[in-house]
């Protein structure tokens, strides 16, 4: 849409949304503030345990993922910080990585330690019955607690794959203790400006049980932990069918809702883009969220992250279009007519609660982000003006250099 059409529209909405009492310039700032992580991972060439899917521009260490991160902020104006995974982005010098970062226009965000590629964490990590690996798993926590510190990161996002294949294989009961006492001993490592969010899925890579397999596991661990132990939500991480957003809502009143990794699916934890399947969902998710950040007696300091991997599409436009998809839910969770709703829920006025609710999803708010960010100075259209940059084409040329010359290039960059 033009910019023109972007401030009419926009003007017609406010008229239209400021009868029922909200402001769309307020909504339309909030949107801006929106701070959303992406993952280094979602850059670099990846794949499916069928076979690695390679883009000849991806990414050829943490700098140049950081590189590409930076343009999903430098056009959607809402993703200014990258999350890494230690192992796989390991550098000598992380403070000079994040110098690079911060040059970029972004910043590293949540550290994850690795606690699943290595062949010692066979049989798990912090559930694994030999002390020399949980104390290695323990160790490599807090490395990544003392990357935090280095880089200023206050996040320590923990998952792990601990579980078992069999029936017997393993003594849920011990394992449960060694993992308690992992976690604290990590705890109490951390700094006092330092969260720990402990994410749960409910199978994979393990098939008969994993050790922190639901919400109710990750609150349990993390209540005993302490106040800077929180819950983090990703959406793929679900039996089908289950109800997210009263999860969402529920940890919320605990002040156990640490943050989410974003992305949908359609079977399993297929970490496609966010929205692409269930936006109703995400819709309702943000709903909560809004419904949480309106109640003054509630903590909210959520850690917005991204967990995807776009295998087969372009990685920077995935990244974009999972950003503005977040951000359209966003935007119409805030045009819920709160008191509305909540006056035909006392009522059990089913129909009219439920219209308030889609009176808010079927709402056009493309010109509400539109304006938003012209009103940042960023293009309209972010997917359009990235894909106008031609810094894919140049990542391209620079990055698919013959592999003789390769050597020298990465030997060059080992430099660094
Ligand atoms: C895998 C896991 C989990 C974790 C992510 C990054 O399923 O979501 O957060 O890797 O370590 O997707
Ligand atoms: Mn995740
Ligand atoms: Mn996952």
Redesign the pocket.
């Known amino acids: 849409m033009s910019r023109k059409n972007a401030e009419a529209q926009f003007r017609l909405l406010r008229e239209e949304w400021g009868d029922k009492g909200i402001d769309l310039d307020a909504v339309s700032r909030k949107c801006m503030e929106l701070r959303i992580e992406t993952?280094s991972?979602a850059y670099a060439n990846c794949g499916t345990r069928f076979g690695l899917v390679k883009d000849p521009a991806a990414p050829r260490n943490a700098y140049e993922k950081l590189s590409d991160g930076a343009q999903v902020h430098r056009f959607t104006g809402i993703t200014p910080a990258v999350a890494v995974?230690v192992l796989w982005d390991n550098v000598p010098d992380w403070a000079d990585l994040q110098k690079h970062a911060v040059s970029q226009g972004i910043r590293i965000g949540a550290i994850?330690p690795?606690l699943?590629t290595e062949p010692q964490y066979k049989f798990g990590s912090i559930c694994n019955a030999d002390p020399k690996v949980r104390r290695a798993a323990v160790d490599n926590m807090k490395n990544s607690v003392d990357i935090g510190r280095q880089v200023g990161s206050n996040l320590l996002?923990l998952?792990f794959?601990d579980g078992t294949n069999y029936p017997g294989q393993g003594d849920f009961r011990r394992r449960k203790a060694w993992m308690e006492q992992c976690l604290a001993d990590v705890y109490a490592h951390m700094p006092k400006s330092m969260r720990m969010l402990v994410?749960y899925?409910f199978f994979?890579p393990a098939f008969y049980h994993t050790d922190i397999a639901d919400w109710g596991i990750s609150t349990l661990l993390t209540k005993k932990l302490g106040e800077r132990a929180q819950v983090?939500v990703?959406l793929?991480?679900h039996a089908h069918a289950t109800n997210i957003p009263w999860i969402v809502s529920t940890l919320i009143t605990e002040g156990k809702l640490g943050g989410f990794?974003f992305n949908d699916r359609k079977y399993a934890?297929d970490?496609l883009t966010t929205g692409c399947m269930n936006p109703y969902e995400l819709f309702l998710i943000f709903n909560e969220l809004v419904a949480g950040m309106e109640d003054p007696s509630l903590k909210t300091d959520f850690a917005f992250m991204i967990?995807e991997?776009p295998v087969i599409k372009p990685r920077i436009e995935s990244m974009i279009q999972s950003a503005v998809n977040l951000q359209e839910a966003y935007a119409k969770a805030l045009l819920v007519d709160r008191a509305k709703l909540s006056e035909a829920q006392d009522d059990n006025r089913i129909i009219d609660a439920e219209e308030v609710i889609r009176a808010a999803w079927t709402a056009d708010v493309k010109p509400i982000l539109e304006v938003g960010r012209m009103r940042k100075g960023l293009d309209p259209d972010p997917l359009g003006a990235y894909r106008k940059s031609g810094y894919y084409a140049k990542t391209l040329k620079e990055r698919s250099i013959p592999e003789t010359s390769r050597r020298t290039t990465k030997k060059r960059m080992q430099k660094v």
């Open positions: 993952p991972w995974h994850n690795n699943f996002s998952w794959a994410e899925k994979e983090l990703d793929g991480h990794h934890d970490d967990d991997m």
